[in-house]
C-alpha cells in the first residue's frame, strides 16, 4: 500500500471525481490535485497506466460527450497506440476520470473497492 502522494487529475464538474476527493480527505492521504481539461495525463503517464490496467480502452471516458461526438468508439481501430496517447494527452475531456497516478500504480474512475486497496 502507498500512500505517497499520487497525482489525481480530476474534472470539478464531475460528481465521481467530487466523491473521489472526498474518499482521500476522509482517509487523510496527501495528494496532488490536477484539473484533467487544463492538464491532461502525460502520454508517459498514460502509457504507463495502460500497461497497468492491460487495455487502452480503459482510458477513454466512454460516456463523455467528446468521446461520443468524436466518433471514438469507430476511430479507436484506425489509430496507432502512438496517435491514441497523443489524442489523450491533449484532450483531458476523452481520459476516464479521476486518472490516478501512484508510484507504481494507477487508478482510473472511482471504485470505492479498488481504492481501499491501494490507499487504505
Not at 471514438?72 to 497506440?81: D, I, P, T, V
Not at 496517447?85 to 470505492?112: D, H, I, Q, T
Amino acid at each position: 500500500m502507498s500512500r505517497s502522494n499520487p497525482k489525481v487529475y480530476e474534472y470539478s464538474g464531475c460528481s465521481t471525481c467530487r466523491n473521489a476527493l472526498k474518499y482521500l480527505k476522509s482517509k487523510k492521504v496527501d495528494f496532488q490535485q490536477i484539473p484533467i481539461r487544463e492538464t491532461p495525463p502525460t502520454v508517459a503517464e498514460l502509457k504507463k497506466a495502460k500497461q497497468y490496467l492491460g487495455d487502452i480502452k480503459k482510458l477513454f471516458n466512454t460516456s463523455g460527450k467528446d468521446y461520443r461526438e468524436g466518433n471514438w468508439k469507430e476511430k479507436l481501430g484506425n489509430l496507432s497506440e502512438d496517435q491514441v496517447y497523443k489524442e489523450l494527452s491533449a484532450n483531458g475531456n476523452l481520459v476516464k476520470r479521476p486518472f490516478v497516478v501512484g508510484e507504481g500504480w494507477f487508478l482510473v474512475g472511482f471504485k470505492e473497492e479498488e481504492w481501499k486497496e491501494k490507499l487504505g
